[in-house]
């Protein structure tokens, strides 16, 4: 990990993503910071925990923690997050404040596996609130704020209004869809418009954290309601970090166009999960002809291989098969004087540009 | 006398009182073929040392001294045996096509926190699993040595999917009934 | 050849647990309960046993077992038990316990009688029997909590020769000594989830060290 720590009136954006994997870490000037997303390296704490260590910052200056979503590579290692910092609010999405949403999650109290899934995480972290701040995202919600130079302000621009009411229906159909099979189904994902975007003003730099924000289409949903309602930034973003890593159906004009400036920052993690990763290459191309400041957190992914016994490494490789670890440690680090706006980038192999 | 013991002998007591010998093929039962019967356990059937009521009933068998003593230990007896030498605990990604990914936990190996990935064919799944192969759905897979009665070894790679039982009305009522509790301690209207 | 069982004291009506049972819950797909019909002994109203593949089933009026031959499946035994138990949410329990049973063939007959000797020394028996062997060792470690005691009991195999059957009977008792309270199926679930892969490992390490006296 880079090391070095940000000027007291620098803003800063750490975004880590090793394939599976994301979070992003903020200064936000003055010892000052936010965190938003978490995952865990193996057997290691948290990303963001190791990486303010590493830069000698102690964990009780976070003063914002940040869960976009409730997916498991944004969520997983939350809970000890939380727990190593005892003066951050925690955030969360206001459909959260739905009955029932919260039914089921609680329906969710055994792990389906040993592998934990984002819903136990995010059990575990609803009940240990007690005793602390916490906040509900929504449209124009305004999570953390700082007069004193530089001024500093934490928005959230989403779930917008309309999104929750529709997605409302979503949230009662999914224990109905459970009370109809025999057998237990893994937690169903949610319409990712109900996730957290954030709107972060440090000084004079903008930077718009697209989570999974995707854009289902519909001009009262998903990006296009985001950009329609009435803005809480005075200029456009310098720093995006792209959403649902890359992805087309994350993309929308709208944003390119109306909340950022003119070939901004694009920040993308991969996710190599599904039979074809992302960003695809067809994104990469449409990434790339947005802005030529386009970087992701891993230009390729480090695959490794356990060693096991020589009749069980005999068996797989004559059956054509091989478990592999796929990891990526790398990190794109933007700064940035609050007062002048010229950004400037770093990476961590194997972050690199896109 | 023990708590153990008490509990011996309760339990044979039971087993006693309806234990019903041959009577047990009575008219009330000829919808039933009776392959094979076992009559309930007696306390005078406890075996030397006791038993538990928990214990698996196999264990109870002491094994005639004849038996062992007379065998021709040139040719000592062997059972079939497959022995596990790697365990997973897996989740599937995605599923496309007649393959699906999968993430995987070695079991073998619980001190180790490296998830790792592969691709599996539907071919390797049971029959009785296909429709249980959906994003999210957990699994076992297992890598074991099997040694055939006449001592024939291979490899061979068991997966099977989890079957984990739905939510019952009850609970979605107490999931509910927590979550109202929860949202009170949030201070959520 | 090993085995492992949940064994669950309890009240059941063994007439339910016809093969169909499992099925109809979606416990058993379609060829396990081809399997199971096959392998059915007998479903009365005081007795139930079936066998699918790897799966034997034998139920009682106060006893309900699970057990399985082949220990690549413990971990499906472990679910079956946690899915019946769910769907038996009203069943009165009394105790559990968590077996495994090995056989492991010694090297020759000096090495089972070696190991014989050590668990059972001769001398003690000079003059009073001649040429005794060891038949069943029987040692048990009481446990607080949950109460009730882990029992290992070592013998010569009649399955494999030569060889020796250690047994491990971890028995939890969930109910009150006077059973003035008993307790639920849910306590077997947490029992489950709580002890099973301890369980499991005192399966293999507790035989591991007993045959390695030899």
């Known amino acids: 990990m880079l090391k070095s720590r940000p000027q007291p009136d620098e803003v800063e954006v750490s975004l880590f993503g090793p394939g599976y994997g994301e979070s992003v870490v903020v200064h936000l000037g003055n010892d000052d910071w936010m965190i938003v997303d978490s995952f865990r390296p193996a057997g290691q704490p948290p990303i963001a925990l190791a990486y303010l ?28 997050l939380l727990e190593a910092c005892p003066n951050a609010t925690f955030c969360c999405s206001s459909a959260f404040r739905e009955r029932e949403l919260l039914a089921f999650v609680e329906l969710h109290d055994t792990p389906m596996s040993s592998l934990g899934s984002g819903v136990d995480e995010l059990r575990r972290i609803l009940h240990r609130l007690d005793g602390r701040k916490y906040k509900w995202a929504g449209d124009g919600a305004q999570l953390w704020r700082r007069r004193p130079s530089p001024k500093a302000v934490v928005w959230s621009i989403s779930p917008t209004s309309n999104a929750f009411r529709l997605a409302t229906a979503a949230i009662a159909n999914l224990a109905v869809e459970q009370g109809q099979t025999k057998t237990r189904l893994t937690p169903s994902q949610l319409p990712n418009d109900l996730c957290v975007v954030l709107w972060v003003s440090v000084g004079d730099g903008n930077v718009l954290l697209g989570a999974d924000m995707e854009e289902p289409g519909g001009l009262d949903r998903g990006w296009s309601a985001v950009v329609r309602q009435d803005p809480v930034w005075d200029s456009c973003a310098d720093v995006f970090k792209v959403p649902h890593h890359g992805s087309k159906t994350g993309h929308c004009d709208a944003v390119w166009q109306d909340l950022l400036k003119s070939r901004p920052f694009a920040l993308v993690t991969p996710y190599t999960r599904q039979v074809r990763p992302l960003p ?33 490494q005999k068996f797989l490789s004559r059956a054509g098969r091989q478990p592999v670890v796929r990891s990526a440690r790398g990190q794109i680090r933007l700064r940035a004087s609050a007062s002048v706006g010229s950004w400037s980038v770093e990476t961590h192999p194997p972050a690199g540009r896109l | 006398m023990s708590d153990t013991a008490v509990d011996v002998l309760r339990f044979s007591e039971e087993s006693r009182s309806s234990e019903k010998g041959s009577a047990w093929l009575s008219a009330e039962n000829e919808a039933f073929t009776l392959v094979s019967a076992r009559p309930a356990r007696t306390a005078e059937a406890a075996p030397i040392a006791g038993s538990s009521p928990t214990q698996s009933l196999a264990a109870d068998e002491v094994p005639s001294v004849r038996g062992v003593w007379k065998a021709d230990l040139r040719f000592p007896r062997r059972l079939p045996v497959t022995v596990p030498l790697q365990e997973w605990e897996g989740v599937v990604d995605w599923v496309e096509g007649d393959e699906f990914g999968a993430t995987l936990a070695d079991m073998t190996r619980p001190d180790a926190h490296e998830l790792e990935q592969d691709t599996f064919s539907m071919e390797e799944v049971r029959r009785d699993d296909e429709e249980l192969v959906k994003p999210g759905a957990a699994f076992y897979w297992t890598i074991a040595l099997v040694t055939s009665d006449v001592g024939q070894r291979s490899y061979a790679s068991f997966i099977r999917f989890r079957r984990l039982p739905a939510w019952r009305t009850q609970d979605v009522r107490e999931a509910r009934e927590r979550a109202s509790e929860l949202a009170r301690r949030l201070n959520l209207a | 050849m090993s085995t492992a069982s949940v064994v669950v004291v309890g009240t059941f009506e063994p007439q339910v647990f016809h093969p169909s049972w499992f099925a109809s819950h979606d416990l058993f797909g379609d060829d396990t309960l081809a399997a199971a019909l096959q392998g059915l002994q007998l479903v009365h109203r005081d007795y139930a046993a079936f066998t699918a593949g790897w799966l034997n089933i034998k139920v009682e009026p106060h006893r309900f077992e699970f057990l399985t031959t082949e220990t690549v499946y413990d971990a499906d035994l472990r679910d079956l038990v946690v899915n019946t138990f769910t769907l038996l949410s009203t069943s009165s329990v009394r105790a559990v316990g968590l077996n495994h049973e090995a056989h492991y063939l010694m090297d020759d007959l000096d090495a089972l009688n070696e190991l014989g000797y050590r668990l059972a020394p001769r001398e003690p028996w000079e003059g009073i029997l001649n040429g005794q062997g060891l038949q069943a060792l029987v040692v048990a470690e009481p446990r607080d909590d949950p109460p009730g005691y882990l029992r290992v009991q070592v013998g010569p195999s009649g399955r494999i020769t030569p060889g020796v059957v250690i047994s491990l009977n971890d028995h939890f008792q969930l109910a009150d000594s006077d059973e003035t309270k008993l307790a639920e199926a849910s306590d077997v679930l947490s029992l489950l989830a709580d002890r099973w892969e301890e369980a499991k490992a005192r399966g293999r390490s507790i035989p591991e060290k007993l045959v390695g006296l030899a």
Do not use: C, F
């Open chain 1, 280 to 312: 695809t290459p067809a994104d990469r191309i449409r990434i790339r002809a947005a802005t030529e400041n386009a970087y992701t957190t891993a230009t390729e992914i480090e695959t490794t291989v356990i060693e096991r016994s020589r009749g069980v």
């Open chain 1, 53 to 80: 260590q590493g830069i000698g910052v102690a964990a009780d200056r976070v003063k914002l923690v940040v869960a976009s979503h409730w997916h498991d590579d944004h969520i997983k290692g939350m809970s000890d």
